[in-house]
C-alpha cells in the first residue's frame, strides 16, 4: 500500500510540474498599452524583463504560412515581450494574475510558458535570430535582481568583449588596474561584468604583463 502512494504521489508531482514553469511571457501592444503599466508592474514587486520596443519586425515565410492573414514581409504591430520570472515553480492562472493586472495579452499556456528562461531572454532582443532585427541589449528593462547582460553573454560575446579590453590595453599602454577600472566605470560600462567579476584576476595580470615589458623594453620602472 505504501508503495502504491509513493507511486500516485510521484504521478501527482510530475503532472503538476508539468503545468509550472519558473517563468511565463506575455505581450503588450503599444497601441493599446494601459497608462502606467510599467509602474504597475513594478509595484507587484515580481522579477520581470521588458524588451526594447518591437517596432522593426516583420511577417516571416514560416508566420504565413500558419497563418495567410499575416503575409510576409509586412510589419507588425509594434510590441514589447514581458517575462515574469517566479522564486518557485508557477502555474499559469499565477502568471495570467500578473499579466491581467497590467493589461498585457498572454498567449494560450503552452506558448506562454518560458521553456529556457535564458534563451527566452535572449529573444527579447533577437540575438540568436540574425535574419531577425537585432535590437539593443541597453533597452531591456530590468525589475528586481535579474542580472540580464550576465544572463544573457554567451562564450562568443565573452571572447569579443575581451578581444576589445585587450585591444584597448595594448593601444593605451595601461599599466595600472585601477584607473582600469576608473575608466571601464565611466566609460564602458558594459566591461563591468568581465572587468569586476568573471576576469578580473585575468586582466590584472593582463596589465602587469603589459608594465614589465614596458619596463625591459625600456630598462625604466613604471612609476
Known amino acids: 500500500m505504501a ?4 507511486e500516485v504521489q510521484a504521478r501527482a508531482d510530475a503532472k503538476r510540474a508539468g503545468k509550472r514553469a519558473r517563468a511565463w511571457t506575455a505581450m ?3 497601441d493599446s498599452a494601459p497608462d502606467g503599466w510599467r509602474d504597475k508592474l513594478a509595484d507587484l514587486l515580481v522579477e520581470a524583463l521588458i524588451s526594447p520596443l518591437h517596432d522593426q519586425d516583420v ?3 514560416e508566420d504565413e504560412a500558419e497563418n495567410p492573414i499575416h503575409v510576409a514581409g509586412t510589419p507588425k504591430k509594434p510590441h514589447w515581450h514581458i517575462v515574469v520570472s517566479f522564486k518557485n515553480p508557477a502555474t499559469f492562472a499565477k502568471a495570467r494574475e500578473v499579466f491581467d493586472e497590467i493589461g498585457a495579452v498572454v498567449p494560450p499556456e503552452p506558448k506562454s510558458k518560458v521553456k529556457d528562461f535564458r534563451q527566452m531572454a535572449r529573444y527579447l532582443c533577437h540575438l540568436d535570430q540574425p535574419k531577425k532585427h537585432q ?3 541597453a533597452g531591456v528593462q530590468v525589475f528586481g535582481a535579474i542580472n540580464y ?3 544573457v553573454m554567451s562564450e562568443q560575446d565573452e571572447d569579443s568583449m575581451l578581444d576589445e579590453i585587450e585591444q584597448y590595453l595594448d593601444d593605451n599602454y595601461v599599466t595600472s588596474f585601477r584607473q ?3 575608466y571601464v566605470r565611466n566609460e564602458r560600462p558594459e566591461w563591468k561584468e568581465l572587468t569586476r567579476r568573471k576576469y578580473a584576476a585575468y586582466i590584472s595580470r593582463y596589465i602587469k604583463s603589459i608594465a614589465w615589458e614596458l619596463e625591459h623594453e625600456t630598462g625604466y620602472g613604471i612609476e
Open 180 to 182: 582600469f577600472c576608473g
Open 59 to 61: 511577417w516571416t515565410d
Open 28 to 30: 503588450m501592444y503599444q
Open 3 to 6: 508503495k502504491n502512494s509513493k
Open 135 to 137: 535590437y539593443d541589449p
Open 149 to 151: 547582460r550576465a544572463l
